[in-house]
């Protein structure tokens, strides 16, 4: 599984980083979390807000910094 924290690096686009990977231990799964920043990569996926949250090449989430337990139900 590959999730992608969408954002600038902003505050909350941190937080939704720090939650994703809380998520992805409590579920003891497999994941790669990366982090994308470059404005045309964000556009490409349709997301006019940030934070959002990719996970295998589908946005889950976006606009918002989502807790551990919503992130949870998309993985």
Known sequence: MIIKILGSGCRNCKK????????????GIAA????????????????????????DEQVKISGKVASVEEI???L
Request: hydrophobic letters at 45%.
């Open 16 to 27: 939704l980083e720090v939650n994703a990977r809380k998520a992805v231990e409590e579920l």
């Open 32 to 55: 790669t979390i990366e982090k994308v920043t470059d404005f045309k990569d964000i556009v490409s996926y349709g997301v006019m807000t940030t934070p959002a949250l990719v996970v």
């Open 72 to 74: 949870k139900k998309h």
